[in-house]
């Protein structure tokens, strides 16, 4: 429950941060051009809200609030937040405002250069968010990164990374030619884009031709995984009451064989164990299969060497054995890079771009069966932060955070940024703006693809997130 908690903490801090942001590049925007805001407020407020410069008491506190002609508040529904732009069809869908004659210092009376301004506003903000984030924190933590040559043992390939010509103990170096100097899970993008691949084997450098174009979801979703550190299967650290802590496993233990199988790596444990998922995702996968599937019989010794322990153990009821492997992080030496305050920018900035391009070459897989099944809510977003508060996690998830709701609202949805600016290109060739009516119905079409993307996001979340709590 108290990971849970930290989790929901962090997003809401997360969001609540960045929404904030983005709306106030519209307001910011909206204000520069003398076009009148009259909401601006984080969370929504359907029926009441916790907060207004509106309220009563607080203008009999501050009375020249009352004459501001914008209302700042607070709602009761942290799910984001929204600023109110007079004489313009949003969310809101205030009709009765459009049917007045426009005024000057509306929204749908200023020239077109400067509507786009006040549209795409939100979106510079949440890109300038994340850059200033990534510099901030290569000034205050640097960074750790491990070097590819550094991966002295190399890693070990399933058995379509065999199929394609990549063997245990290979080190990547290159792709298409460009030096792969560190490691990262960037990897499977940049191999899913990959015509040949340069790997260092046993001292030689061999260059491999891949036969067939590589999709980067079905690579992250194989088991075993497709590429793995070719690492020993030593325990990092044994789950409390755990069969396997239970029957004398500790931190430095060993494990060398599964249900009779030898095992030397942790890919040799993944390959040992994946037999067990394929029948227990079997449709006819029977209660009794279940239950038998769940007893493992498991070799390991001991850190010294000294002792080995031959146990059948009975797994939890998520299957697993209640053990933590050794990280690569921890396992090979990794290098340690401080920056200042001229070169944190630049490292920010180059940060940024890769995520940003790294993320906008992924939207490819939302359009495939596989990629909408991957689509995920709050409960997703919540998922990726730790369990425990660590400042440096928070902040690099908090920018990478603001680079997606960048790019989401950047896509030509109707109802979205996006949408808007889209029909503001249209305007601006035409020379004809989209009547009121217009407007409305494009609104409510953007409000209807968004709630059935919410739908679908909350839908994967109950499936992969909420279900195995209870099955």
């Given at each position: 429950m108290e990971t849970?908690?930290?989790?929901?903490?962090?997003?809401?801090c997360c969001l609540s941060l960045l929404v904030v942001l983005h709306e106030g590049g519209h307001f910011g925007f909206?204000?520069?051009?003398?076009?009148?805001?009259?909401?601006?407020?984080?969370?929504?407020?359907?029926?009441?809200?916790?907060?207004?410069?509106?309220?009563?008491?607080?203008?009999?506190l501050f009375p020249h609030f009352a004459k501001n002609q914008t209302e700042y508040g607070i709602g009761w529904v942290p799910l984001g937040g929204y600023v109110k732009i007079a004489g313009m069809v949003d969310e809101s869908m205030d009709t009765e405002q459009m049917k007045q004659p426009a005024k000057p210092d509306e929204f749908r009376s200023q020239k077109v250069w400067k509507r786009f301004f006040i549209m795409v506003g939100g979106v510079l903000m949440n890109l300038v968010t994340a850059?200033?984030?990534?510099?901030?924190?290569?000034?205050?933590?640097?960074?750790?990164?491990?070097?590819?040559?550094?991966?002295?043992?190399?890693?070990?390939?399933?058995?379509?990374?065999?199929?394609?010509?990549f063997r245990d103990k290979d080190i990547i170096l290159k792709v298409d030619d460009k030096e792969i100097p560190e490691w990262s899970t960037a990897i499977y993008r940049k191999l899913s884009n990959a015509q040949r691949v340069t790997v260092l084997r046993q001292g030689e450098e061999v260059v491999i031709e891949l036969t067939e174009k590589l999709n980067m979801l079905k690579m992250l979703q194989e088991e075993p995984p497709f590429i793995s550190f070719y690492m020993p299967a030593v325990i990092d650290s044994v789950l409390p009451g755990s069969a396997i802590g239970k029957a004398g496993a500790v931190k430095g233990s060993r494990l060398m064989a599964v249900n009779g199988r030898e095992i030397t790596t942790w890919g040799d444990f993944d390959r040992a164990m994946q037999p067990r998922s394929d029948v227990l995702s079997m449709p006819d996968c029977t209660h009794e299969d279940s239950v038998a599937l769940r007893q493992l019989d498991v070799v390991f010794a001991s850190p010294d060497g000294a002792r080995v322990d031959s146990v059948c153990l009975t797994l939890d009821e998520h299957y697993m054995l209640g053990i933590l492997r050794t990280m690569p992080y921890s396992f090979y030496e990794t290098q340690h890079q401080d920056y200042n305050l001229l070169t944190c920018i630049p490292a920010g900035l180059e940060k940024g771009w890769s995520t940003l391009t790294g993320y906008v070459s992924d939207l490819k897989y939302v359009a495939s069966a596989d990629g909408a099944k991957s689509v995920g809510s709050f409960i997703t977003i919540g998922n990726i932060f730790p369990s425990a508060w660590d400042w440096q996690q928070f902040w690099s998830l908090t920018a990478f955070i603001s680079i997606i709701l960048a790019v989401m609202n950047i896509l030509p949805i109707p109802g979205l940024d996006g949408g808007h600016i889209l029909l503001l290109f249209v305007e601006a060739v035409t020379g004809r703006q989209p009547s009121d009516k217009v407007m409305e119905w494009i609104e409510r079409i953007g409000m209807f693809i968004l709630i059935a993307l919410m739908l679908l996001a909350f839908s994967n979340d109950i499936r992969n997130f909420i279900l195995p709590l209870f099955f």
């Open positions: 849970i908690l930290i989790k929901a903490l962090q997003l809401l909206a204000k520069l051009f003398r076009v009148r805001v009259e909401k601006f407020y984080m969370f929504f407020n359907p029926y009441f809200h916790l907060f207004s410069t509106r309220d009563k008491w607080f203008t009999r850059l200033v984030i990534y510099s901030a924190v290569m000034l205050t933590w640097g960074r750790d990164y491990l070097p590819m040559r550094s991966v002295e043992q190399g890693f070990q390939f399933n058995e379509h990374a065999q199929q394609l010509g």
